[in-house]
C-alpha cells in the first residue's frame, strides 16, 4: 500500500540526539503540526478539541535502510542485548512506521498555515511527515494493568540537570524547561559512561554543550548553530 | 511511501458486522497472526512475551476508497453527526492505517507457519494485512488522565444477551464466550432501533441472527454458513 504524508511536523530538534526516547517524557516539547495543502481543511478536525491525547503514525525519516533485521539493539539496554524488533519500538523496522502519543494543546488560526494543531509532549524530528492522527481513546488505549517487559525499568531514570544561569538565559525564555527537561531524559546512547566526554545536543537553533558524571548533567556551553 | 504486510491476522469474523468497535472490548476473542514467510524469524519475536499488550498497525482492507472526506459520521453518535476524520477512529481516513491494541497471549510454534502470534481482545476482520507489531510501553502509552471526548460516552454501553442454550451448543465450546461477547458490544449500526428487526452476524463460521429490545439482545437462530 502506498501512504502519502497528510502533515509535517514542526519541533525543535534538527538532529536525532536528545530527541526523548518516547512521546510523553517531556511535557513542555511542544511541536507544531501543519497540514500539506491537500489535506489543510478545518472540518477534518472538528470535535478534536475534545480529546486531551492524540495518536501521531509518522514516517521515521532517519531510518529508511534497504532489507531489514530482525533484531535491534535498544539503547537502554546497554546496546548490547539483542531484542525481537517486534518486541521493540526501534526506528528501523519492515516498515517505517512510528507510533507517538502527544498531548492536544490547541488549533492555531494562521493564515499562511490553515488551522495548526499545537500538540506537546513530542518525540520527533522537525520536519517529520505524520500520515495519520487519531484521537485517543481512554477506555480502548489505556491499559493500567499492562507490563511493560525490558522498558518499564528505564522509565523513571532521569539525571539531575545543572544548566548555569547565564547559559540558560541565551535559550528563549519558553524553550527553557523543554531544554532541561530533555537533558534530564539522559540523551546518551548506551550507557556510554565517560564523565570527562562533551557531549551536544542541537536544540531550538543552539548547541548545548554538556558533561555527565553519575547521575549529574552539566550544561558547559551554549553556542547558537 | 510503500509498505508491505508483515503478517495476516485469522479471526473469527469474515463479514464486519458484530466486529467489536475497539480493541480489548472482547478479551475472549483470539486471533492468530501468521507471518509472512519474509518476515517468519523467531529472532523477531525475542522478548516479545516480556509484554502484556501490543499495538498492531494494520489495513482497513474493506475501506479503500479513491479520494477522502474531512468528516465522517460515527455509527455511535447514532450515524448524523459529522466529525472531523482525524478526531475519528474511522477506517475511512487518507490512510487506510488502522490501530489497535490487543493482548499477547503466547506463541505457537508450528510446522508449517512457523512462531504464531496468538493475541486476544482482537477487533479485526479475518486475513487483515498487519504492518507493524510493537509491544505497548505502559509509561508512555497509559494516560490514565486522558479525556476521550465523544467516544468516552459509549465506553459503558452493553446488552444483556439472551442465548437459548440449545442455539448455543452448536458453537464450540471455546468460542461461546467470544461469540456473547461481541453480541453485548451491541452490534447494530446507528443506533437503529426496531424490535421487529433481525440481524445477523457472521462469526466462525455461523451466522447468528437475533433481535433487539431496549437493553436485551435474544438470539433467535444459529445457522451453519
Redesign the interface.
Known amino acids: 500500500?502506498?501512504?502519502?504524508p497528510?502533515a509535517y511536523i514542526h519541533t525543535d530538534f534538527d538532529e536525532k540526539f536528545g530527541i526523548p526516547r518516547?512521546?510523553?517524557?517531556v511535557r513542555s516539547l511542544t511541536g507544531r503540526i501543519v497540514f500539506v495543502p491537500e489535506?489543510r481543511?478545518p472540518?477534518?478536525?472538528?470535535?478534536?478539541d475534545?480529546?486531551?491525547?492524540l495518536?501521531l503514525?509518522f514516517?521515521f525519516s532517519l531510518a529508511h535502510r534497504e532489507g531489514?533485521s530482525?533484531?535491534v539493539r535498544p539503547p537502554r539496554l546497554g546496546g548490547n542485548t539483542?531484542?525481537?524488533?517486534?518486541?521493540?519500538?526501534s526506528p528501523f523496522?519492515?516498515?517505517?512506521?512510528g507510533?507517538s502519543?502527544v498531548r492536544f494543546e490547541r488549533i492555531e488560526k494562521t493564515p499562511d498555515e490553515g488551522d495548526v494543531l499545537i500538540v506537546s509532549g513530542v518525540d520527533l524530528l522537525d520536519m517529520t511527515p505524520i500520515?495519520?492522527?487519531?484521537?485517543?481513546?481512554?477506555?480502548?488505549?489505556?491499559?493500567?494493568?499492562?507490563?511493560?517487559?525490558?522498558?518499564?525499568r528505564e522509565?523513571g531514570h532521569r539525571l539531575d540537570v545543572v544548566f548555569p544561569d547565564e547559559m540558560l538565559e541565551l535559550i528563549p525564555d519558553e524553550k527553557r524547561q523543554a531544554a532541561s527537561g530533555c537533558l534530564s531524559d539522559d540523551p546518551r546512547p548506551a550507557y556510554q559512561n565517560d564523565p570527562a566526554r562533551i557531549y551536544s545536543m542541537a536544540f531550538a537553533g543552539f548547541d548545548i554543550r554538556f558533561t555527565i558524571d553519575g547521575d549529574v548533567l552539566r550544561v558547559t556551553e551554549v553556542v547558537r548553530r
Chains 1, 2 share one sequence.
Open positions: 500500500m502506498n501512504i502519502e497528510i518516547q512521546s510523553g517524557r489535506y481543511k472540518e477534518a478536525l472538528r470535535g478534536i475534545g480529546f486531551s491525547h495518536w503514525l514516517d531489514w530482525p533484531t539483542r531484542i525481537g524488533v517486534f518486541a521493540s519500538r523496522r519492515p516498515n517505517n512506521i507510533l502519543c500520515y495519520d492522527i487519531k484521537p485517543y481513546i481512554p477506555y480502548a488505549d489505556c491499559h493500567e494493568d499492562a507490563v511493560g517487559g525490558y522498558a518499564d522509565s
